[in-house]
């Protein structure tokens, strides 16, 4: 079974710019949440989606934002970048399902860096 | 509000040697579960293990074992007899049960580092 795909893997963007990355979960999966990693805050949930609604959400400002679509498939935004937002973004996959808690699998990551 | 605190920023050790990380948590809930995540330096999480809080049971996988006291609110993991492959960093994470779906609140993360 293939595992989380994300892309692109590697992304420079201007301030002020916006910038939207794309994961797709494992087959079967309906879950897909995305995190932050920084040195110095490490790692961060942003939120989670669950067939198509945002099931859960992290203390992030409302630049960032998220989608699912119908094959699970998620997309994360970010508008109005700023230099603190360089990150590795990870997105993560699970059964999701209500009544439990799911291991996540994670993607390899978009590394973002804002110039 | 859920907290993971791993104290040990960098463990440095050399083959063969066992190694323990230490992971603490904080929660209100009586129904959560744990987990353990290795992120080798290629960036990807890799999945261990996941523990709910009812099963204090230790468990061993391999050269991995992990031991869960609710007593003391910790959730250790040691690896045994360590590889270079196992130079890493290490991140316990917890779930609330009641939150709506799933939210991993992680620690800080220990890096080790196995000496050949």
């Known amino acids: 079974k293939a595992g989380v795909t994300q892309t692109p893997r590697y992304l420079i963007k201007t301030r002020g710019q916006q910038v939207t990355l794309s994961c797709s979960p494992i087959?079967?999966?309906?879950?897909v949440s995305w995190y932050q990693q920084t040195p110095g805050q490490g790692l961060q949930f942003l939120f989670e989606?669950?067939?198509?609604?945002?099931?859960n959400k992290g203390n992030f400002p409302g630049r960032f934002s998220g989608r699912q679509f119908s094959n699970s498939r998620s997309e994360m935004n970010v508008s109005t970048l700023e230099l603190g937002d360089s990150a590795l973004y990870l997105c993560?996959?699970?059964?999701?399902?209500?009544?439990?808690?799911?291991?996540?699998?994670f993607g390899p990551g978009t590394r973002l860096t804002v110039t | 509000a859920q907290k993971v605190t791993q104290a040990q920023t960098e463990i440095s050790v050399v083959e063969k040697e066992d190694v323990t990380l230490d992971c603490v948590y904080e929660?209100?809930?009586?129904?959560?579960?744990l987990f353990w995540y290795k992120q080798p330096p290629s960036g990807e999480l890799v999945f261990l293990i996941r523990?709910?809080?009812?099963?204090?049971q230790n468990e061993i996988s391999g050269r991995y074992s992990w031991n869960f006291q609710k007593s003391t609110s910790s959730f250790n993991f040691t690896i045994t007899a360590s590889q270079v492959v196992d130079s890493a960093v290490y991140f316990c994470?917890?779930?609330?049960?009641?939150?709506?779906?799933?939210?991993?609140?992680f620690g800080g993360g220990t890096r080790v580092l196995v000496k050949p």
């Open positions: 994470a917890l779930s609330e049960a009641t939150a709506a779906g799933n939210k991993l609140t």
């Open positions: 929660t209100r809930d009586t129904t959560y579960y």
């Open positions: 087959s079967g999966h309906r879950s």
């Open positions: 993560a996959s699970s059964l999701g399902g209500s009544g439990g808690v799911y291991e996540q699998y």
């Open positions: 989606y669950f067939s198509e609604t945002q099931r």
């Open positions: 523990r709910n809080s009812f099963d204090e």
